[in-house]
């Protein structure tokens, strides 16, 4: 069936260095995919989303690109700071289907 | 626009206690979804509306948990008899359903369930 894969759990980093969390998938359709991001006691919030093929989209210094020859939507930071700490989850929607399929997340920690 | 609104932000059952979650969704949107959340899980799907009418629920635990929505502007997730592995933070979220921002889910800041 479809799913979403995010291997890290947990990751912790020293500001000031990039990130890379990763997300891949299993589908059959043409997908949405989306990363959130949820800070501590908050909501979780729409961080990127695309369903081009191999266009870079990019918010708040966050950047992804959908490959899917290798069904993957990495997430990435060139330099995290200390405000990027918080859970971030990526999904897969179907075309024509409003559920979003959520990632186990991965628990971002930035250190001083 | 206050976005989804999720009473109570807390609530404490006993084992085997009725325990019922309100949402308000944002006005104009029609279609409303629930999730649970747990460290373990994740973010697991439980159930969607859209327009009011139940389209999915493939996620919801079928004899303890049922979802209405009586009007546009609430839903409620109910739980009957609550088991401790009930305790999750359940989130509401809405959308809408067509035109450029019909993918993206807005989420209520949920309410925590503890079952003791």
């Known amino acids: 069936g479809d799913s979403v894969t995010q291997t890290e759990g947990l990751v912790t980093l020293t500001k000031g260095l990039p990130v890379m969390l990763n997300c891949t998938y299993q589908t059959t359709y043409s997908p949405f995919l989306f990363w959130y991001v949820q800070h501590l006691n908050e909501a979780p919030k729409l961080l990127l989303k695309?369903?081009?093929?191999?266009k870079r989209t990019e918010h708040q210094g966050f950047y992804a690109t959908l490959h899917k020859s290798s069904s993957s939507f990495h997430l990435q930071k060139s330099s995290v700071q200390l405000s990027d700490s918080a859970l971030y989850f990526c999904a897969l929607k179907m075309p024509n289907y409003n559920v979003l399929y959520f990632g186990s997340g991965t628990k971002l920690t930035v250190e001083p | 626009n206050a976005g989804v609104i999720q009473t109570p932000r807390h609530k404490v059952t006993g084992k085997g206690q009725e325990a019922t979650l309100w949402c308000e969704p944002i006005?104009?949107?029609?279609?409303v979804f629930w999730y649970r959340q747990t460290i373990v899980q994740g973010l697991e799907f439980l159930t969607y509306?859209?327009?009011?009418?139940?389209?999915?629920d493939s996620g919801m635990p079928k004899e303890r948990f049922s979802a209405q929505m009586p009007n546009q502007s609430h839903s409620t997730l109910k739980i009957q008899s609550t088991q401790p592995q009930d305790s999750a933070v359940y989130l509401c979220?809405?959308?809408?359903?067509?035109?450029?921002?019909?993918?993206?889910?807005?989420f209520g800041s949920g309410t925590r369930l503890t079952v003791l």
């Open positions: 006005s104009g949107h029609s279609a």
């Open positions: 979220a809405s959308s809408f359903t067509g035109g450029a921002d019909a993918e993206t889910l807005y």
């Open positions: 695309s369903s081009t093929d191999n």
């Open positions: 509306f859209r327009n009011q009418a139940p389209i999915d």
